[in-house]
């Protein structure tokens, strides 16, 4: 049983920073890609960041390219999500998800294969 599990989200005015971070345990599963993905109400879920686990090579959404920073720490098991300089649009529920076996960082969420039950961000103005 694989257990992926978000933290960090809150209410946080416009401007403002924090930090989401993500666990994953379970008995001996594979982790080759780690990802966020957002969604806001009303709207698709949307690719955010991803990092590779081993690696440690990143892929960000056009959209947050320079305001979001995605790192991992592998003693552990945690990836973070840095959200900087947040504006009312980064409002939404944050997911983390795990793909296996990938070998590269696909933005497509049906290769992720485990899922967090999401944290909520909200962005005051």
């Known amino acids: 049983q694989v257990q992926v599990a978000e933290s960090g989200g809150g209410l946080v005015q416009a401007g403002g920073s924090l930090r989401l971070s993500c666990s994953a345990s379970g008995s001996s599963f594979s982790r080759s890609i780690m990802g966020w993905f957002r969604q806001a109400p009303g709207k698709e879920r949307e690719f955010v960041a991803g990092i590779h686990w081993s690696r440690g090579n990143t892929a960000y959404a056009d959209s947050v390219k320079g305001r979001f920073a995605i790192s991992r720490d592998t003693a552990r098991n945690t990836v973070y999500l840095q959200i900087n300089s947040v504006t009312p649009e980064d409002t939404a529920a944050y997911y983390c998800?795990?793909?296996?076996?990938?070998?590269?960082?696909?933005?497509?969420?049906?290769?992720?294969?485990?899922w967090g039950q999401g944290t909520r961000v909200t962005v005051s103005s």
């Open positions: 998800a795990v793909d296996r076996y990938g070998t590269t960082i696909r933005m497509e969420s049906f290769v992720y294969d485990y």
